[in-house]
């Protein structure tokens, strides 16, 4: 590597393709000392691209950067578990359910209760696929384009079909939360099924780890006073949850 500048960009690379790295994997496919790796590394953090924990370097999902579905199933876990119990229980009375594509909703569906049938829409495969094959649900699966990055459906088919619903609660998912951008997520397409969503939607909850907020994506669907409940984690500080408060949410810690 020549310059800062290209080594700066390899690393992202690297960190885009992996999602979670080693800082010594790093300096030895780089070739350089991990003195120097970790001056890069400063500067890189200051510009919010990436995290660093435990020898680990992470990617920070912010404006076109979307880190791959493997690893978030498998980063903060129980957080996000805890978190979809949590949301499922807000259900009081409702008969039909959009659950969004990405991690916690899928969990979300896993709470959802069975004593009950109710009809769920969803874009996502994964989540019609799990309660078509282990649940009393009626599940629709919207029609349209699958991202291969998360086998989430999107295009115009998705948001025609949406706009012939009526739905009671939705769960919904983001990429970042923030008091001015509202709720974002990197691709467009995405962005556009979620507004939809959140259109024909009577109730509006987020769900997710407390690493969405103070995060800006690319893409906006909603404005924090457009969701009724941010069900996250006591992760997120009660400073940050009551200033999301002032916009009208309620936001539930668990």
């Known amino acids: ?26 300096a030895d496919e780089l070739g ?70 990405g991690v916690t909703a899928r969990l979300v569906a896993e709470y959802l209760p069975a004593s009950r049938p109710l009809t769920i829409v969803t874009p996502s495969i994964l989540v019609a696929a799990d309660l078509a094959a282990n649940s009393p649900h009626e599940v629709l699966l919207l029609g349209g384009r699958v991202r291969g990055r998360t086998l989430g459906v999107v295009d115009h088919w998705a948001r025609e079909m949406l706009s012939g ?21 990197p691709d467009p397409a995405v962005a556009a099924i979620k507004a939809a969503a959140v259109k024909v939607s009577r109730r509006r909850i987020f769900v997710g780890d407390h690493s969405k907020f103070g995060v800006t994506s690319f893409a906006r ?5 457009d969701i009724e409940v941010f069900v996250t984690s006591e992760r997120l500080p009660l400073p940050h949850a009551r200033r999301y408060m002032q916009y009208g949410p309620q936001v539930v810690r668990v």
């Open 32 to 101: 350089i000392t991990q003195s120097m790796l970790r001056r890069d590394l400063r500067v890189l953090e200051s510009e919010g691209s990436v995290r660093r924990s435990y020898g680990m370097i992470s990617a920070v999902e912010r404006s076109r950067f979307e880190t791959p579905l493997s690893w978030r199933t498998t980063t903060n876990g129980d957080e996000k578990r805890a978190i979809a119990r949590a949301a499922a229980e807000l259900l009081v009375g409702e008969s039909s359910v959009y659950i969004d594509e």
């Open 1 to 26: 590597m020549d310059t800062a500048g290209a080594r700066r960009v390899r690393i992202l690379q690297l960190v885009s393709e992996r999602a979670q790295v080693a800082v010594a994997e790093v």
């Open 165 to 185: 619903f009526a739905i009671d609660a939705a769960f919904l998912g983001a990429n970042g939360v923030t008091v001015e951008a509202g709720l974002t997520t």
């Open 221 to 225: 669907f909603a404005n924090v006073g």
